[in-house]
């Protein structure tokens, strides 16, 4: 007989909340917090969407994603979450690339930045200071519509070399290329700028298990190996409100439902595009799904050990950046984020790990066959440790565990439509925003529009959502 996974639940609830990234459980907690009954579905066996963690025999613990997020996912997570997650937020102090055109040792911050374009890449100090203030002056309602390749070369004409040290690290952070809209690149890096390159330590594990840990407090519901195949809504006054939830086979009512997934899968799939006005679902048609990832998890067998590389390791052999090149099946750029022992203390004996990231498109992965996909897994994770051991010579006899993830791996656990880890691009974002006009009752909070992707991105879009179901709610 089939586990009932929602055994105990309440009969209604003022808000379900579908998938636990962290915008989702962002979300959840603060509405938690102001009272509101909350349930929480995740059809994964673990939560977290893309900012979680896998483990392998020898005791491996792997984490998913890029380990980096800026300076404002401190105050976030104090603000939004508790003083204990929030002292755990640690900076890299060494960001690294390494590419033909230069070999860079950085802290990522606007000081040490500015440092480095002015007396490595030879830019003029007002230049530099005339960027920084453009970008930092730059929000969402501006509708700036310059592309960001657009931008650099009003700023830095010419400098291909400039262009890649700025353009690179977002490209890995959020998705974003050249060719899209100048403040996806703006907001995103005055975040990083601001005071560095930040990450968690401990582990996604640690940090997801005390968000865990929270939510239970304040009396959230959290169901897990539970899938959501509708959102059921009813006409009211024209419009398809919100009733609740079908989620494995039953009925949950809810007063108003917060979806984590997918913009696109949101509300093409689980609320259908029959239920939305024609000029609405063209607009949901017309957002475009954003390019994702590859990832090759390396770990080293107990006692081995690595000299400092730096913590971020953005690397290419490219002779100029490009972001085609950057997403292409057979890309010569990949980011290396280094776990060193002190990214988890709290393990015995010591364990060093490294993850490679790159970017990737959906299509390059999607219709391979079997065998064809197995051996473009095998390709990737061969390619990385030859690319590694640029770096770590001998590094291949000291790992004992290596596998690899795709697109197709992020959709098989996350559901992301096209596999996307990215969201999707800039019209996403309104169209996220519209949703509760459409359907009232039904709300959006994940990564969409370039801008609300990443840690930070997710996590704040979680608590402007969660602001706005409140207020609904009455």
């Not at 909340?17 to 066996?45: F, M």
């Not at 006005?277 to 799904?289: I, L």
């Not at 790990?353 to 970017?359: C, I």
Request: include cysteine; charge should be negative; glycine fraction near 8%.
């Amino acid at each position: 007989m089939a586990l009932d996974r929602l055994k105990g639940i309440k009969d209604q609830y003022d808000v379900i909340v579908i998938g636990s990234g962290l915008g989702g459980l962002t979300a959840a907690n603060t509405l938690a917090k102001a009272g509101r009954a909350v349930l929480v579905l995740e059809h994964h066996y673990q939560l977290g969407g893309l900012a979680t963690w896998f483990k392998r025999p020898r005791g491996h613990i792997f984490d998913i994603s890029l380990h980096g997020f800026p300076f404002g996912m401190l105050k976030s997570c104090r603000k939004y979450w508790t003083k204990e997650i929030a002292d755990s937020i640690v900076q890299l102090k060494d960001v690294r690339f390494i590419n033909p055109q230069f070999d860079v040792w950085t802290t990522f911050d606007r000081q040490d930045f500015s440092r480095i374009l002015e007396e490595e890449f030879k830019v003029p100090r007002a230049t530099v200071e005339a960027f920084f203030e453009h970008l930092r002056a730059m929000n969402y309602y501006d509708r700036d519509n310059r592309t960001t390749g657009e931008m650099f070369e009003e700023f830095f004409p010419g400098r291909s070399d400039v262009k890649r040290l700025l353009m690179e690290p977002i490209a890995y952070a959020n998705g974003s290329s050249e060719n899209d809209p100048a403040i996806t690149f703006g907001i995103v890096f005055s975040n990083f700028m601001s005071k560095g390159v930040f990450t968690f330590q401990g582990g996604t594990d640690v940090l997801v298990g005390k968000m865990e840990e929270e939510l239970k407090a304040n009396g959230v519901d959290i169901r897990k190996k539970v899938l959501v195949e509708k959102i059921e809504v009813e006409e009211v006054d024209g419009l398809p409100q919100v009733r609740g939830v079908t989620a494995n086979g039953r009925f949950i009512p809810a007063k108003a439902v917060v979806s984590n997934a997918n913009v696109k899968n949101t509300t093409q799939r689980l609320v259908g595009t029959e239920h939305l006005d024609p000029e609405y679902a063209k607009a949901v048609d017309a957002v475009r799904v954003n390019t994702s990832s590859c990832q090759v998890y390396m770990g080293l067998r107990k006692g081995e050990s690595i000299e400092n590389i730096g913590d971020l390791v953005f690397t290419s052999a490219a002779e100029k950046f490009s972001s085609d090149e950057l997403t292409d099946l057979h890309t010569t750029s990949r980011t290396f984020s280094v776990y060193y022992p002190d990214m988890r203390p709290h393990l015995d004996p010591p364990r060093y790990s490294v993850v490679a990231s790159l970017n990737a498109k959906w299509s390059d992965w999607a219709d391979l066959d079997d065998e064809s996909y197995e051996r473009e897994k095998t390709r990737l994770c061969e390619e990385s440790i030859q690319s590694l051991e640029t770096y770590l010579p001998g590094i291949r006899q000291k790992l004992d565990h290596v596998e690899a993830a795709t697109p197709r791996t992020v959709n098989h656990y996350t559901r992301h439509i096209g596999g996307t880890s990215f969201g999707t691009k800039f019209e996403g974002l309104q169209v996220s925003m519209d949703l509760p006009e459409k359907v009232p009752g039904l709300y959006h909070a994940g990564s969409v529009g370039i801008i609300m992707s990443g840690w930070l991105g997710t996590i704040n879009y979680g608590v402007i959502v969660s602001s706005k179901v409140d207020r609904f709610l009455g």
